[in-house]
Nanobody, 128 residues
Framework: QVQLVESGGGLVQAGGSLRLSCAASGRFFSTYGMGWFRQTPGKEREFVAAITWNAGNTIYAGSVKGRFTISRDNAKNTMYLQMNSLKPEDTAVYYC?????????????????????WGQGTQVTVSS
């Protein structure tokens, strides 16, 4: 059974930083593409960033590009999201997810339906 567990969320002032972590169980992690999504009440889950299995390619939503950095450590079965220059509009529950298409060769990383396992989410709140 695959499990993804996010951590690192919290309350931060605008302009501040947070680092989210996504710890994965199982042997699959090093071969899977991984993504971060976020969701606010009443809205659909929104793509934030994705990373290929070997970290050779990273993809970002336009709203976070230049402020957020996605990374992974396959030896630790962990993915990260470094979030800098946070804005109130970044407030959301952040989820990590796994995609068996490790290189995103056949799948589009921004489409939530293509991810097979999801974490429970971690709340990020940015105050103005």
């Amino acid at each position: 059974q695959v499990q993804l567990v996010e951590s690192g969320g919290g309350l931060v002032q605008a302009g501040g930083s947070l680092r989210l972590s996504c710890a994965a169980s199982g042997r699959f992690f090093s071969t899977y593409g991984m993504g971060w999504f976020r969701q606010t009440p009443g809205k659909e889950r929104e793509f934030v960033a994705a990373i290929t299995w070997n970290a050779g390619n990273t993809i970002y939503a336009g709203s976070v590009k230049g402020r957020f950095t996605i990374s992974r450590d396959n030896a630790k079965n962990t993915m990260y999201l470094q979030m800098n220059s946070l804005k109130p509009e970044d407030t959301a529950v952040y989820y990590c997810a796994s995609d068996p298409d490790g290189s995103y060769q056949y799948s589009a990383p921004h489409i939530a339906a293509q991810y097979d396992y999801w974490g429970q989410g971690t709340q990020v709140t940015v105050s103005s």
